[in-house]
C-alpha cells in the first residue's frame, strides 16, 4: 500500500533528524567496494538503518547510495559520506533553522 503525503513527509522529517547526527560522526575506518567507494562504514550503516525504517524505500546507486521517489531523489551520501537531503521549501527553511545549519 503507497505511503499518503503525509507519512512521507514524517518519515522525511526522522530521516532529517538523524541526519544530523549521521553528519556528525567521526569515520573509523572507511568501505571500499568495487568502484573504489570510500564512503565510512558507519555512515553507510547509519543510513542503511535509516532507510529501513520505511519498507517501500530502498537504497539505489553503484557508488553512491541513495534514495528517490516517483523518481525523484530525496537523500543521498556523497563520496565523503556528507548527507544531502531535498526538502520542500518550508520543511528546508525550518531544518535549517532548527539545527543551525546552511546550504
Do not use: W
Amino acid at each position: 500500500m503507497p505511503l499518503t503525503a503525509l507519512e512521507v513527509r514524517l518519515h522525511i522529517t526522522f530521516i532529517c533528524c538523524l541526519a544530523v547526527i549521521i553528519n556528525s560522526i567521526v569515520p573509523k575506518r572507511t568501505y571500499d567496494n568495487k568502484k573504489n567507494n570510500n564512503i565510512p562504514t558507519e555512515k553507510i550503516e547509519m543510513y542503511k538503518k535509516v532507510i529501513e525504517t520505511v519498507p517501500t524505500i530502498e537504497i539505489k546507486g553503484a557508488t553512491m547510495p541513495y534514495t528517490s521517489l516517483n523518481e525523484h531523489m530525496f537523500s543521498f551520501l556523497d563520496k565523503e559520506g556528507k548527507l544531502g537531503l531535498r526538502l520542500p521549501k518550508q520543511e528546508r527553511d525550518e531544518f535549517i533553522a532548527k539545527y543551525k545549519t546552511k546550504l
